[in-house]
């Protein structure tokens, strides 16, 4: 779950002050079940006790948020998009886990939008979501995750509504819309319904957080509302509980709970207990070309990237010429992240842009041109 943190750590100067934070949250409390009754909020001692210090506090902070969305469901009426959402049987597109799922030696990327972290502060100013996310899709990103928690990471709800509007304006062209992740601390299945009605393909479950039951129980209601979920371990005993309560997608956060300490040795040991007709994804620790094909190598087929690509992003987008913003760093990292090179056959060190392997001969530049 503190990778979820760290994954989650990012700002942009969007007005983001508390008053538009609290507008842009409004709309969204308070749901209902089949019976029509209200789905009372659900305690952290009904989800995990024994994680983190660090998330202690925000999975404090996201039972309030809960509790307020509930109520105003629940004020609203059956008629509320959320409310419906949450009484019928929705069918699962399939669309986020089918993005990802590629051949074998073929890497994915999930493209994140973050403006800022806990653990590293200010990451980048992002004032237009929907315009990175088309630099995202430009480049061939499988998939883009959007942080929705305001407090930690400086994101909302509307960051994820736009971002579902720009990639929906791409239906008739080629390569078709990214599906769009929530990426937030879920506890409560009325986030998932929330997320489904602003338009996203799937939500993020982290088991540290939740614990087994609670696992189930919320993949369950991602199936019953009609959305995926990207399942996030740590550990061996998370992956068991993830394939256990039938994750499709599975992410391997590289940055330990307790100690903040990314490795990609995490993603090499937890690799073999996925099994292949899962998807896998790497999360955390992936700055350059050479970690993804490293990864790609071990098998993941997806890679979680945020932090370099908005940093490089906004690097970009301070040049002064329309052509330098037009081929941006972000858009020539998604293009090394999937390129064919080897970790094996190619470059010593991240330092080195050439590569001896198949579609690794191009610098990050050249393949941002």
């Not at 509790?67 to 597109?93: F, M, Q, T, Y």
């Not at 999930?110 to 653990?119: D, F, G, L, T, Y």
């Not at 200010?122 to 305001?150: F, N, Q």
């Amino acid at each position: 779950m503190i990778a979820f943190v760290s994954a989650f750590f990012g700002v942009s100067g969007r007005g983001t002050g508390p008053a538009l934070a609290q507008r842009r949250s409004s709309g969204l409390n308070g749901v209902r079940s089949k019976r029509n009754s209200v789905v009372p909020a659900r305690m952290t001692t009904d989800i995990k006790t024994d994680v983190p210090d660090v998330l202690k506090s925000i999975l404090a902070r996201k039972e309030e948020e809960v509790a307020k969305l509930k109520a105003e469901v629940e004020a609203a009426g059956p008629d509320h998009p959320i409310a419906k959402r949450l009484a019928g049987e929705n069918e699962v597109s399939g669309v986020f886990y089918s993005a990802l799922k590629r051949p074998n030696n073929t890497l994915t990327v999930i493209a994140e939008i973050k403006r800022k972290s806990p653990s590293k502060g200010h990451i980048a100013y992002i004032k237009d979501p929907a315009l990175l996310s088309r630099t995202y899709w430009e480049a061939g990103a499988s998939c883009i995750s959007v942080l929705t928690d305001y407090e930690g990471f400086g994101g909302t709800l509307d960051d994820l509504r736009e971002v579902v509007s720009e990639q929906n304006s791409y239906k008739d062209e080629y390569p078709p819309p990214c599906p769009v992740l929530r990426k937030d601390f879920t506890i409560d299945e009325i986030q998932i319904a929330e997320a489904a009605v602003a338009g996203a393909s799937a939500v993020l479950l982290i088991v540290s957080a939740l614990g087994e039951k609670r696992t189930k129980e919320l993949l369950d209601a991602c199936n019953r509302i009609g959305i995926e979920a990207l399942v996030e371990v740590h550990d061996e005993d998370e992956v068991k509980i993830a394939i256990d309560s039938g994750a499709k997608i599975i992410g391997v956060n590289n940055r330990n709970l307790r100690t903040f300490e990314v490795s990609l040795e995490t993603a090499r040991r937890l690799r073999p207990l996925i099994p292949d007709d899962v998807v896998s994804v790497a999360e955390s620790g992936i700055s350059g070309n050479l970690d993804a094909w490293e990864l790609r190598d071990m098998g993941y087929n997806s890679i979680l990237v945020g932090e370099s690509l908005c940093r490089a992003y906004e690097l970009s987008m301070e040049t002064t010429t329309m052509y330098q913003r037009g081929y941006n760093q972000a858009k020539g990292l998604i293009l090394a992240f999937k390129a064919k090179g080897s970790v094996q056959f190619g470059p010593t060190t991240s330092a080195a842009f050439y590569g001896k392997g198949e579609g690794a001969k191009e610098t990050l530049g050249e393949m941002s041109i």
